[in-house]
């Protein structure tokens, strides 16, 4: 197969490792060029260290990746709650950010790579985050501008619903909304494709723990980072081995197993 040129579209930093990490390590070592592009890093208090911080550690974990390249495309993280935040100085939440334009900063980071593939979220933005849902618009149209071929990063939400029915069991999890849960994602019948990046595990809980801003943090997700960076590679591997993508347009009739560049 040819070399190819692959932009994955992330919101945040971390988020490239969580949701494709294994392909991009993968695609990688197949000798194709991967560039992340990133939406938005500045933190919700304004510029400053801990966004240069989180940045820093997007390209460390970008390295362990195999990445050639990230882009920052400038926007604010919007936060995950009932308020939105101010826009800090000389940065616009990515939630308030025009659609066309911001596309137009991804359009353009897709010509001058002379990109084959978009790797972008599913319509949901996975478990709602609005970062996230405005990847998926943003991705969506920058696809019309250039003709790139996308896939959307994805999970099975059966499977979703049945871990956090799980963690909760086991109290990893004490408090999440059953609702949102039960509608994140994307239902496995609607899936093209399944990627296994069990090979790249090692990759895949080393690019994650160069994210030490997002992994030393109090929340729930971090709580569970943690957990993952603890777990040997093989049982990593076990847990985190398979990655998901919807194809826009493409009828799932039969999941395509580690082929994505291939259209249809």
């Not at 197969?1 to 197949?30: K, N, S, W, Y």
């Not at 390295?63 to 101010?86: F, I, K, N, Q, T």
């Not at 239902?187 to 399944?194: D, E, G, L, Q, V």
């Amino acid at each position: 197969m040819r070399v190819a040129t692959i932009v994955a579209f992330h919101a945040h930093p971390d988020d490239e490792v969580l949701l494709t990490g294994g392909t991009l390590a993968r695609l990688a070592a197949e000798g194709h060029r991967v560039v992340i592009a990133l939406a938005c890093s500045v933190p919700l208090g304004g510029p400053g260290t801990r966004g240069s911080e989180r940045l820093e550690q997007l390209r460390d974990s970008a390295a362990v990746l195999g990445a050639a390249r990230v882009v920052h495309l400038g926007y604010a993280d919007s936060g995950h709650g009932p308020v939105l935040y101010p826009d800090p100085p000389d940065a616009v939440r990515f939630v308030r950010a025009d659609v066309t334009e911001a596309a137009g900063r991804l359009a353009g980071v897709l010509r001058e790579e002379k990109a084959d593939l978009l790797l972008s979220y599913d319509p949901r933005g996975g478990y709602g985050h609005p970062d996230h849902r405005k990847v998926y618009e943003v991705g969506a149209r920058a696809a019309e501008l250039t003709g790139v071929r996308v896939l959307e990063a994805t999970a099975p939400r059966e499977l979703v619903t049945l871990l956090f029915g799980t963690m909760r069991l086991l109290r990893l999890v004490v408090r999440y909304d059953a609702a949102e849960v039960n509608g994140s994602f994307t239902p496995r019948a609607s899936i093209t494709h399944r990627i296994s990046v069990r090979r790249y595990a090692r990759q895949k809980r080393a690019a994650l723990a160069a994210h030490t801003s997002y992994t030393s943090s109090t929340g729930r997700s971090a709580r569970l980072a943690r957990l993952a960076i603890a777990l040997p590679v093989p049982v990593l591997g076990m847990v985190l081995g398979r990655e998901w993508f919807t194809e826009p347009g493409v009828t799932a009739t039969v999941v395509r197993r580690d082929v994505l560049l291939q259209a249809g």
